[in-house]
């Protein structure tokens, strides 16, 4: 098999959690992110990019969106990691939808997308995390409730608690695909 790494960008550890899974089931080289400078993707001709979702966007991005041309050649997998379920068609519209603004066309056109459900513990967020999801918590009680989308619904009868649905098995996907190239 070509020489394959899989890089993540992970806040409270469900991104990572893949991102291991995947690169010892592919027995590949396996970087954090904000330790990988540019020169260190020209060494590998697969690259799998796994980041958590924040309020729609993936974490560390950047280290594909700025580096487009150097990824020219290669072959791209993108996983995001998030707390909405994958399994509701909409959800991954609005992720897709999300990422096709910030991707060049170049890379749009080749990355093959992947979709993995993560986790949150309320207990250890960050400050700045705690206010955006308290802000996103009042946002969706205000609204009328027999209008709520399931993801709402599923914020609102799990606020404050840790839920996890990190999912050792929904690795296969991409595992299959980066063996396939
Ligand atoms: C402030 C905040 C914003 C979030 N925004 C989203 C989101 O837009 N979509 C989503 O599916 N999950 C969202 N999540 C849930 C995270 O994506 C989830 O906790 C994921 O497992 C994080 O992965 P990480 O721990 O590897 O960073 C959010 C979580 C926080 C704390």
Redesign the pocket.
């Known amino acids: 098999m070509k020489k394959t790494v899989v890089i993540?960008?992970?806040?409270?550890?469900?991104?990572?959690q893949y991102a291991r899974w995947i690169a010892a089931a592919l027995s590949c080289d396996l970087l954090e992110q904000h330790t990988v400078r540019p020169d260190d993707l020209d060494r590998y001709d697969t690259i799998i990019y796994g980041g958590?979702?924040?309020?729609?966007?993936v974490?560390g991005i950047k280290l594909l969106t700025k580096n487009a041309d150097r990824l020219q050649q290669k072959n791209l997998l993108l996983f995001t990691?998030?707390?909405?379920d994958p399994k509701d068609e909409d959800?991954v519209k609005h992720?897709r939808q999300a990422l096709n603004k910030i991707l060049p066309l170049q890379l749009q056109n080749r990355i093959q997308l992947f979709h993995l459900r993560?986790?949150?513990d309320y207990k250890r967020?960050g400050l700045?995390?705690r206010m955006?999801?308290a802000m996103?918590r009042k946002m969706i009680a205000k609204k009328d409730p027999t209008t709520l989308r399931e993801e709402d619904r599923q914020l609102l009868a799990t606020y404050g608690q840790t839920i996890d649905f990190t999912d050792q098995s929904s690795i296969q996907p991409i595992v299959d695909a980066a063996r396939n190239l």
């Not at 958590?52 to 966007?57: F, I, M, S, V």
């Not at 990691?81 to 909405?84: E, F, P, S, V, Y």
């Open positions: 993540y960008c992970s806040k409270y550890g469900a991104t990572k958590g979702l924040y309020a729609g966007g974490s990691c998030g707390i909405a959800n992720i993560g986790s949150i967020l700045v995390h955006m999801m996103l």
